[in-house]
């Protein structure tokens, strides 16, 4: 099988990360090669850019600002990256891609959607993921877990009020309206257990795994 092209995509708080990690250890241990990554950041570059991009103490920035300083991590990890991984192939595990910032600079702060298109041909040519994860949860619940969290580091984003996690929301569902085939929806509302069956369901069916392995993982 070729190597797939897997994004995880979802409000901050979704739990988006946690289960990535946990799939990226549960491929490896079922035999399958597999990469976790993760945008902004990724390489060297990314990960500078990442630190600029979430630091707090530039305040706000124009969306479309922030618009090219994700794509500039962007393309930095598809070429040194994303791209080398599948080539080997190797499966690529993303958390968040495009539609992220779809989502975040197109749907939460209102920079015209043509725009990120045409940045994003410019940056990637255009490159989808071959099948995206979107851990959904409602805005509310979703502010009030990064409200909650007790990091010591704050980072520019989680200064966002309820009304942008609503937008960016919207901007997902659109996204899946619009890409329903790429698409599947996880609902992490619940309890972690019960979504990362879900995720591991999905993983086996686009990455041919045996229900072997799933009833294995679940002891
Ligand atoms: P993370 O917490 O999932 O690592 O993401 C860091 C923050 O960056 C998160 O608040 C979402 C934001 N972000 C965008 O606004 N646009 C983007 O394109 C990406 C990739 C992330």
Known sequence: MQAKFITFEGLDGSGKSTHLERAADWLETSGLSCRATKEPGG??????????????????????????????????????VIEPALAAGTHVLCDRFTD??????????????????????????GRVPDHTLLFDLPAEEAHRRGQSTSREVVDRLDAE??????????????LVGAHPDRFTTIDSSGP?????????????????LEERSLVTDAG
């Open 43 to 80: 390489t060297p570059l990314g990960d500078a850019l990442r630190g600029v991009f979430l630091d707090p103490s530039w305040g706000a920035l124009d969306g479309t600002v922030e618009s090219l300083v994700i794509f500039a991590s962007r393309r930095q990890h598809l070429l040194e």
């Open 100 to 125: 992220s910032t779809v989502a975040y600079q197109g749907h939460g702060r209102g920079v015209a959607l043509d725009l990120i298109e045409r940045i994003d041909a410019i940056a990637t040519g």
């Open 161 to 174: 009020d309820l009304a942008f996690y609503r937008r960016v929301r919207e901007g997902y569902s659109r």
């Open 192 to 208: 972690a257990e019960r979504t990362w069956r879900r995720v591991q369901q999905v993983l086996a069916e686009l990455l041919g």
